[in-house]
């Protein structure tokens, strides 16, 4: 058998399966038929009548489609595009506990050490708030069920109700969330015009400083912010879409102490669950981005060199404060207030872009 042949046939058995799997419906990815312990039924109708289909245009599309690479898939709906999300591997799906459950069980799940480790209620008062808010968009078995897997259905519904950073949620089938596509992970951008990425600093620092004080109830706090979680669009704007891993923190004390989170040069991200618990206000979120993103000594695999290498000449003249900021932020001798750092390289920033 030639090689021209045997291109052939493994041409054509390729593209005999590309096209089977091209063909099948969302509804078989859904595993709707499990609920009422799922994510939700409120977009299923719109899956089962086919508004919801899986898309081919690009390479991206064809491989994350085919392959189920981390279960994502590209899709639209209607003129949408849109992401979904099957939330879970096979094996953690298979461990969920099918019993209906009262508030109590479901409060006490949420604080003890067989909750999911990547959310993280500071309180069992904290986790009170947060059950009462989430119970009027979901029902208590969707939200135990969610509660064993991934927090993120729950995360962008706290966070639906004003302008933040975040996908929009549009809705949930079975095991399936389908939320708004924002773009490629922000590693795409690390040799794009300088100035394109200053606004992108500049986003994400006013982004920490939200997450942290913005909600009305709560100050959540992302404990794994990295390149590949983040999004920009066309427009470079920019969107945190890898929201599971969160200390929720309720606003109730007027005392403004601060934690400072302590930089350790041998360790590449460390932090304290207990200690940002246990202040008021944590600058945990400002370090996050100075440290991974924007900093010089950014760790390995974070933002290499930090998303403000290579400045031009005269932004080096006449903005040298704007990069020992960054570097401050992330170790001060003196342990300067971050937030302070932070609203001050925002102004930097708006000045530079502007």
Not at 32 to 40: A, D, H, L, R, T
């Amino acid at each position: 058998m030639n090689f021209a042949l045997i291109v052939l046939v493994i041409s054509t058995i390729a593209g005999i399966y590309i096209g089977i799997l091209s063909q099948r419906p969302v509804s078989s990815l859904s595993d709707s038929i499990k609920c009422p312990f799922c994510y939700g039924i409120d977009l299923c109708k719109d899956v089962d009548d086919k508004r919801i289909t899986l898309t081919y245009k690009s390479f991206g599309d064809v491989f994350y489609n085919l392959f189920s690479v981390k279960n994502l898939y590209f899709a639209e709906y209607g003129d949408k595009r849109v992401v979904l999300k099957k939330l879970g591997h096979k094996e953690e799906l298979d461990r969920i506990r099918r019993t209906h459950v009262a508030q109590d069980d479901v409060l006490n799940f949420m604080k003890s050490d067989d909750g999911v480790r990547s959310f993280r209620p500071c309180s069992k008062e904290t986790a009170k708030t947060f059950l009462n808010e989430m119970s009027s968009n979901f029902d208590l078995d969707q939200i135990w069920t969610i509660l064993q897997v991934n927090v993120e259905p729950l995360i962008l519904t706290l966070l639906s109700n004003q302008a933040w950073p975040v996908p929009k949620l549009y809705g949930r089938c079975g095991f399936l969330i389908i939320e708004q596509y924002c773009g490629l992970p922000l590693n795409h951008f690390q040799t794009s015009p300088w100035h394109v990425r200053a606004y992108l600093a500049l986003q994400l620092l006013e982004a920490a400083i939200h997450f942290t004080h913005k909600h009305h109830d709560f100050r959540l706090y992302l404990t794994d912010i990295s390149p590949d979680n983040i999004a920009v669009d066309d427009n470079f704007t920019l969107y945190f879409v890898d929201l599971e891993n969160v200390i929720l923190k309720q606003k109730l004390e007027d005392n403004k102490m601060i934690h400072y989170s302590e930089y350790f040069a041998d360790e590449d991200f460390v932090y304290s669950e207990e200690e940002v618990c246990q202040s008021p206000i944590s600058d945990h979120n400002v370090y996050a981005v100075c440290r991974l993103l924007l900093s010089r000594r950014a760790p390995w695999p974070m933002m290499r060199n930090g998303l403000l290498h290579s400045p031009p000449p005269g932004v080096t003249t006449l903005h040298s404060e704007l990069f020992s900021l960054v570097e401050e932020c992330v170790d001060s001798k003196v342990k300067l207030n971050r937030f302070y750092i932070a609203e001050e390289l925002i102004r930097l920033l708006k000045g530079v872009i502007e």
